[in-house]
């Protein structure tokens, strides 16, 4: 079930896109990985959503690995590794703890795992979908792989950004007025309808 709106928003989006989408899929280190160390991996986590294109060739594209961050200060790569980097508190806890799997090597593992076992490649793009990138944010995830700590860890992954304004865009401009099979749909509809009645300035 999916419970945070930005998540149905990137849902909707997603099925739109031709993707099958699987939500909350639950990943975590297990006692024995190489590295693992309790204080660090003894939880679990979630992706919030796992999207396959099955009309997509083969390539990264084709899977597609979302962390959602609906914050409405924003959340944005840049800002988020200056922070990791730190060791400092973003967005109301330690950074690292945001996005573990971009900053420790055995949550990536476990991320990695997840995905193969649902999707049965290894092959996938890392999606940061956020509300918005906030003061300062940019959306090049270049930072990402030349940073020495989080490069390693997504080793050639590629890595995107997804901003619900652009989602959002999409959706308004997707909806006609034939019935919309999902509540995000639906909202979307009614308001592209009100925009009609907005006097002119």
């Known amino acids: 079930m999916v419970e945070d709106v930005l998540e149905q928003v990137v849902d909707d989006w997603l099925r739109r896109q031709g993707y099958f989408t699987r939500t909350n899929v639950r990943f975590g280190p297990r006692l024995g990985d190489a590295g693992y160390l309790a204080r660090d991996h003894n939880q679990q986590s979630d992706l919030d959503v796992v999207a396959v294109r099955p009309a997509a060739p083969p390539g990264p594209d084709r899977v597609l690995a979302i962390s959602c961050k609906a914050m409405q200060a924003g959340f944005s790569p840049n800002r988020w590794l200056k ?23 055995v949550w990536m593992t476990s991320l990695r795992s997840a995905v193969r076992e649902l999707t049965g490649t290894d092959e996938f793009t890392y999606v940061l979908a956020v509300t918005r990138l906030g003061t300062g944010g940019s959306a090049d995830t270049t930072v990402w792989k030349e940073h020495p700590v989080v490069g390693a860890n997504l080793d050639g992954l590629p890595a995107r950004v ?30 592209k309808a009100i925009e009609k009645d907005k006097p002119a300035r």
């Open 83 to 105: 922070a990791a980097e730190a060791d400092k508190v973003y967005n109301g806890k330690n950074a690292r703890k945001h996005l573990r799997e971009l900053w420790d090597p």
């Open 162 to 191: 997804l901003t619900f304004g652009e989602m959002w865009e999409d959706l308004v401009n997707d909806v006609t007025q034939r019935i919309e099979p999902s509540h995000v749909g639906r909202l979307a509809q009614l308001l």
